[in-house]
């Protein structure tokens, strides 16, 4: 019964100390709104965030 608790505790503490955040802040007026098609794209005018290579995020 020690090991279970030692092994729930262990795992809880892999996922508190495994989590990830981030933050991203800029301005409003960064951005535009463009007609593509028919399509309305969001486009940040600083940086193309995107990539052509195929499956990458």
Excluded at 21 to 41: L, P, R
Aim: charged fraction near 15%; avoid cysteine; glycine fraction near 8%.
């Amino acid at each position: 019964m020690k090991k279970l608790y030692t092994v729930l505790l262990l795992l809880i503490a892999i996922e508190v100390y495994t989590q990830v955040s981030y933050s991203y802040v800029t301005q409003s007026s960064g951005f535009q709104i463009v007609t593509e098609g028919s399509y309305k794209v969001v486009k940040n005018e600083q940086r193309d965030g995107f990539t052509t290579q195929v499956g990458a995020p």
